[in-house]
């Protein structure tokens, strides 16, 4: 159905073309989310194959991550210069060369050297996939569009799990990372064949902003690293304090020269002025929060205080996937017709519910009153998602699609680092390297709840329905209008 075939108050439908394009882009998407969390479950057997200590091999991951960071702010302007399909097709060819040569890695250190590859295509593949979509999609459209595409976003990181727990209690760990190759094999042939042809640039050359380079990719990097350190040193250890100083002192810097430069900004802290726009990242940061803090927590939760093994954690994470992937959709489709400002606070309160059951939750907990919490809280994230990354794109022009985007990600990993630095923190006993206790985890779960409260507030901030106009072409979309 398309956007000649709706009533004239209805907005347009989603389209074959538009179509093909989120499915390319799911497979892609897809595949990055679910490495990620699959070589987490995967940590403890690299370490026994390779020798290593935790402190070594924990950078199996935290490279990952750090090359995702520095990745991601470019991500934007490297679309506009040099065409989205090209960048995609360049991201998907560095993750799977990636994942090959993590696949024959000989130690430690070859294996770190690979997944930072890696972690750079795949820092690429997200943001350009919104961006993709949400240019494509149109404001008329962008909430069913985000509805689909947010699935692997958040239904990636809770089959990982399942995935990397099959793979490892039947295969050798290489295939923690080959998995990857017949993904990646398919979405680089689908995008070739599929994408539609960059068109060609008019004006100039978009130059890049190599100071805001300078600055904000590596205090990204700071700062994720920080987090990502404190959860088991806290944060007053010397790595920690020194990676946010150095971090928020880059950001600074970043924010000076953004808002001096006559050129065009890395990322546009303008954008900010926006009420709508500073609403739909900030929701986006807690999310990040709330759901990374759920999946970091559950498999440990289940493991240690109902004695399940690895592979059973993993399964018994399904009903949040399952909540989030029914949610996903109905919430994108209802954006378009109500707005994202009635169905986010909704959403956020399902959360902080389901989060609320956990709270109080020990070794006699029913399991079906846990798998129900689980469901209603991945629902309402559901209802979080897909309205908040529609609203991101409703408050910013056409041309503004990119730099948002970068926006809204950088955010998002930050929210997902501090959230699980805090649990982590929280289960230790507040940095007194403790071995979690049935009341520890009680405790952390409050830590989600909270941010389901705080997503509460920010969402009744949150723009209201997109007035109904035809739908854009992908190369010029239309102005946002809130109802």
């Not at 989205?84 to 994942?99: E, H, I, P, Q, T």
């Not at 569009?145 to 809770?158: E, W």
Request: glycine residues 14%.
């Amino acid at each position: 159905m398309t956007g000649t075939d709706t009533a004239p108050d209805s907005p347009p439908g989603l389209d074959r073309a538009l179509l093909t394009i989120i499915g390319v882009m799911v497979l892609g998407g897809m595949m990055s989310y679910l490495d990620a969390t699959i070589v987490n479950v995967g940590i403890s057997t690299l370490g026994a194959h390779f020798d290593a200590s935790l402190a070594t091999i924990e950078w199996v991951t935290t490279g990952y991550l750090l090359a995702v960071a520095l990745a991601i702010p470019v991500a934007g302007w490297s679309v506009m210069r040099f065409g989205a399909k090209r960048m995609w097709l360049l991201g998907l060819s560095l993750f799977l060369v990636g994942s090959v040569l993590c696949a024959v890695a000989w130690n430690a250190e070859s294996l770190i050297a690979f997944r930072i590859l890696q972690g750079l295509g795949g820092g690429m593949v997200d943001p350009i996939m919104m961006a993709v979509v949400a240019g494509a999609a149109g404001p008329a459209r962008i909430g069913r569009a985000m509805g689909l595409i947010s699935i692997p976003i958040t239904l990636g990181p809770v089959l990982g799990p399942i995935v990397g727990g099959l793979l490892l209690d039947g295969l050798s760990w290489e295939w923690m990372f080959l998995v990857n190759v017949p993904f990646a094999l398919a979405a680089i042939v689908l995008a070739i064949v599929a994408l539609p042809t960059d068109p060609p640039r008019t004006g100039g050359s978009v130059p890049l902003d190599i100071l805001g380079v300078a600055l904000l990719s590596p205090g990204f990097a700071a700062i994720v690293y920080a987090f990502s350190q404190a959860g088991s040193q806290g944060f007053d250890s010397t790595r920690v304090v020194v990676g946010l100083v150095i971090g928020l002192a880059l950001f600074a810097g970043y924010a000076v020269h953004a808002l001096r430069t006559a050129g065009t900004p890395l990322l546009d802290l303008r954008l900010f002025a926006s009420r709508g726009f500073s609403a739909s990242v900030t929701t986006m940061f807690l999310l990040g929060g709330g759901l990374f803090s759920l999946l970091f927590i559950l498999p440990l939760y289940y493991q240690q205080v109902h004695g399940h093994s690895v592979l059973e954690s993993g399964l018994l994470l399904a009903p949040l996937g399952l909540g989030t992937m029914l949610g996903m959709p109905l919430a994108g489709n209802l954006a378009d017709k109500v707005g994202a400002r009635r169905l986010v606070p909704v959403g956020a309160l399902l959360v902080a519910a389901g989060s609320l059951v956990f709270t109080q939750s020990g070794s006699g907990t029913s399991q079906v009153a846990l798998t129900a919490a689980q469901f209603v809280a991945g629902f309402g994230m559901g209802l979080v998602g897909a309205p908040t990354m529609g609203s991101v794109y409703r408050t910013v022009p056409g041309d503004a699609v990119a730099g948002a985007t970068g926006a809204v990600f950088i955010l998002n990993q930050i929210g997902a680092s501090l959230g699980i630095a805090v649990v982590a923190l929280i289960l230790q006993g507040g940095g007194a390297h403790t071995a979690p206790t049935e009341g520890s985890f009680g405790n952390a779960f409050w830590w989600p709840f909270a941010a389901g409260l705080v997503v509460f507030a920010m969402g009744l901030l949150l723009p209201g329905r997109t007035a109904p106009v035809a739908a854009p072409s992908p190369a010029a979309p239309a102005e946002p209008v809130s109802a």
